[in-house]
């Protein structure tokens, strides 16, 4: 019993790790071998692994902050590897939706940054938009290096902007840093919660008193 907890805590990690460490890998296929199956089984393999990190450790019940927050600086190098990739091999792409890209990646700083300096840690929601974002890009990525055709990066990229403008918001709403908010709506109602017993508490105190 002890060895299968075991495999339980470290299973999501190993994971994560992997997932990370695909990003140099996907680079240096570009560079090396840019075989387009090789390229795609990556997105895919990387998509995979980010959907049952989560889902395992859910399940398993050994989530934590720390695992959250990992995941998504995962999700960050891995995905920074792959628009490299494509800068390398779609440079004509790069340069008609530069614009829009510079703004997601503007965006994607800014957001965290201010979690950074609100809460003392990177966001990491994993809201809903997030992950409809997250295969939308593997969708969009796997069209363009797998069939040379990039009109889903448009809504990918447009989707990853509306995603970032949500964390930004719900990093302004929350009081406190927490990890997996689906949506605003339920980071407002956190917020309300958490405000109505903090006064609960307050009033307490003062009976005490």
């Known amino acids: 019993m002890q060895v299968q907890n075991h495999w339980k805590h470290k299973l999501p990690w190993l994971m994560i790790i992997s997932r990370a460490v695909l990003g140099p890998g996907i680079i240096l296929l570009g560079l090396k071998w840019p075989n387009r199956l090789l390229l795609v089984a990556c997105i895919i393999l ?18 934590t902050g720390l695992l959250r927050r990992c995941d998504t600086i995962a999700d960050t190098i891995f995905y920074a590897s792959v628009f490299l990739v494509v800068v390398l091999r779609y440079p004509a792409t790069l340069h008609r939706i530069w614009p829009w890209l510079a703004a997601l990646a503007i965006l994607e700083i800014v957001q965290h940054l201010f979690c950074v300096l609100k809460f003392g840690r990177l966001a990491s929601y994993h809201s809903i938009l997030a992950k409809i974002w997250g295969l939308l890009l593997a969708t969009s990525l796997i069209a363009l290096l797998g069939f ?5 990066l448009d809504i990918a990229v447009a989707w990853g ?3 970032n403008l949500e964390g930004f918001v719900i990093s302004f709403v929350l009081p406190a840093w927490h990890h997996d908010i689906p949506t605003l709506g339920y980071a407002i109602w956190l917020r309300r919660e958490l405000e109505y017993q903090a006064e609960v ?4 105190q003062i009976v005490g008193i």
């Open 201 to 204: 508490a307050s009033r307490r």
């Open 148 to 152: 040379g055709t990039d009109k889903l």
């Open 161 to 163: 902007i509306l995603c």
């Open 46 to 63: 990387a998509l995979i692994l980010d959907i049952f990190d989560g889902v395992l450790a859910r399940r398993w019940q050994v989530v």
